[in-house]
Every structure is written in structure tokens, then in C-alpha cells.
């Protein structure tokens, strides 16, 4: 890996920096967005309305100098106002395809569990293949490709619950809270204030090449161990001595969170300007990782337990390995 934690550390405080002349708090929020960006992976956000999910996300794009789309979901949206469709040109007697929104580098689904599945689902090809098919032809979305969904609790009225294997997609799922007293006095001076021009900092290139270069971190076995047991103990919580846990849980989560907890540590430790990953960079992404891919059963709801709770019993449960010592993590990237 190249000494390039420096620039990584200056380009992202720049971004934060941005950021922050805009949205008052939500730090770790902020934090995951940036190890979505460097992963490469899409986020889901949850939370009430008014607590800044979108501007959040919309002001992180104005930092980018790449395209950015906002879909506002609502329950009357059809597939083709997502990916596009084919128009017919009178004049000339031809078919010319249209493209849909979903054709930017950085996309926001605003409310996005208020469009019905067949809308959600029309994502699942573009979020997984970064592609999309119209009438037979296939067209690429612009790299780098990242969706950034919010949603309101499922709770709320009016809003379709997400189909699992859309769910699944998502690399995290934050769940973003209420701010304090003196956040709110602040976000209040601001937003009756004079409004911030956001100032672009990086470009497509650059984030393909931080991208790539996070990549290089070291992840030594031992964690990827850990992260096999961590997903694996909700599949199977009585091989884990949890066996009182396999009531609430009626399907675990799939390799794919075993996956993005690596390549989330992977990020977390590069933004953290560490050039490998340490047993703290997988224990701190394990909740966000792993809440939404958790299917409870009624039992579950019965005794009012969440899948916070659930994960928290198995990070209990399991113990973390030992920090890899710096000159065993050299020696071993050095012969990666």
C-alpha cells in the first residue's frame, strides 16, 4: 500500500469539513457514509422525519464533483420512472430510450418504503450489477455508483415494508437519532441564518482511487474469522451457546453481511489512517451491518426484542481476537 494516508485523511477532512458548515451533529452518521463511500457499498438510513437524512446526504454530493439524482419515492412511482424507458418519436418513426435517474454517481432514495415492491425491486438489478436493462439492451450506470436510501420507520403510516433480498443490498443500515438541546440551538441558528454554499473537494477519479487503494488494507485471518462466527451465530445461535436466542430469530443473516463487515472494517480502518484492520474496526460495524438482515419471528415482537438486542447478545457472546501486532501486520502485507 502506498503512503497515501495522508491525502486520504486530508481529502476526507475536507469533506467532513464541508459537510459540517451544513449539518450540525450526526457525526457518526457521517462517519458511515464515508466507509459506504470508500467500500463502495449502499446505505440505508433510518429515522423520523426533520433530522436531516436528506440533507445530509445531498450535501455530501455537492462535495463531489460527480452527478447526483434525488427519487423522491411515493406510492404511485412505476419502474420505469426509476431506470428509464423507451420513447417513440413520432417524427421520425424511431424508439429512442430515455434514461431514468438512476444514471448518476451518487443516487438518493428519499422515503424510499413508500413506493410499493415492484418500484423497490426495480433497484435491485442496478444496486447489485450497476446496470440496467431496457427493452433488451443493457446500459451501465456511471462509476462510482452509490445509492443512498432513507426511510422513514416502519412504523409510519403509509410505508411497504422492504423486501428482504432488497434489504440485503444494503451494505449498512444506520439508524439515525434526535439531536441534543445544543445541536437543535445550533441547527436552528443556522437554518434562519445566511444559507452556506458547499464547496466541491473530490472528484470520481479521486473516490475510484481512494476506493481502490482501501482495498490494500490488511485484514488478518483471525478477523475474518471472527466476522464468519459473528454472522454465523445468527444462523445457528445454539452453536454458539445462544440457544435461547434461535426463538427470535427466523432467518439469519447471509454471507453477503459477512462480506461488507470486512469490507466495511477494511474502510473504517483506512479512514481511521491505519493501514490494516483492527478486531475494534468489526465490532464498531457489526449493528449496522447486521440489523436489517435479521428476519425475526413473532416471538421476537411478542417479547419485544429487536435486532440491536439480538446482535448485542452475540458480540457479548463472542470474543474478539487478539490486536495483530504492527510488525506481524507489515510483514504479513508485504507478502500479500
Excluded: W
Aim: glycine share 6%; net charge negative.
Amino acid at each position: 500500500m502506498n503512503n497515501g494516508n495522508g491525502d486520504v485523511g486530508t481529502l476526507m477532512e475536507r469533506v467532513l469539513y464541508e459537510v459540517k458548515r451544513v449539518v450540525v451533529g450526526q457525526d457518526r452518521f457521517l462517519e458511515r457514509v464515508l466507509v459506504a463511500m470508500l467500500a463502495g457499498g449502499h446505505l440505508l438510513v433510518e429515522g423520523v422525519p426533520g433530522l436531516a437524512k436528506t440533507l445530509t446526504v445531498k450535501t455530501l454530493a455537492q462535495t463531489m464533483r460527480g452527478t447526483f439524482r434525488r427519487i423522491q419515492f411515493t406510492p404511485d412511482l412505476v419502474p420505469a420512472d426509476l431506470v428509464g424507458t423507451r420513447i417513440y418519436n413520432q417524427k421520425t418513426g424511431d424508439f429512442s430510450t430515455s434514461l431514468g435517474p438512476v444514471f448518476a454517481h451518487l443516487l438518493l432514495a428519499d422515503e424510499i418504503n413508500r413506493a410499493p415492491a415492484k418500484v423497490q425491486s426495480a433497484l435491485l438489478e442496478v444496486m447489485q450489477e450497476h446496470q440496467v436493462t431496457i427493452a433488451g439492451e443493457t446500459h451501465r450506470v456511471p462509476e462510482p455508483f452509490l445509492v443512498m436510501a432513507t426511510q422513514n420507520p416502519i412504523e409510519t403510516e403509509g410505508t411497504y415494508a422492504l423486501p428482504e433480498a432488497q434489504v440485503d443490498r444494503f451494505m449498512m443500515k444506520v439508524l439515525v437519532d434526535y439531536p441534543s438541546d445544543e445541536e437543535e440551538f445550533v441547527i436552528v441558528e443556522r437554518v434562519t441564518g445566511t444559507p452556506v454554499e458547499v464547496s466541491p473537494v473530490i472528484s470520481t477519479e479521486q473516490l475510484i482511487a481512494l476506493q481502490q487503494e482501501c482495498r490494500a488494507v490488511y485484514v488478518d485471518p483471525s478477523l475474518i474469522q471472527f466476522a464468519v462466527k459473528l454472522v454465523g451465530a445468527t444462523r445457528e445461535p445454539a452453536r454458539f451457546d445462544l440457544a435461547d436466542m434461535a426463538k427470535y430469530i427466523q432467518f439469519g443473516a447471509s454471507p453477503r453481511a459477512t462480506i461488507h463487515l470486512i469490507e466495511g472494517a477494511r474502510a473504517l480502518a483506512f479512514l481511521r489512517g491505519r493501514a490494516y484492520a483492527l478486531p475494534e474496526d468489526v465490532i464498531d460495524l457489526v449493528p449496522d451491518v447486521l440489523r436489517h438482515r435479521l428476519v425475526l419471528s413473532y416471538e421476537a415482537l411478542a417479547d419485544a426484542r429487536t435486532a440491536d438486542d439480538i446482535v448485542q447478545r452475540v458480540l457479548a457472546k463472542l470474543p474478539a481476537p487478539d490486536k495483530p501486532l504492527a510488525s506481524h501486520v507489515q510483514l504479513a502485507a508485504a507478502n500479500a
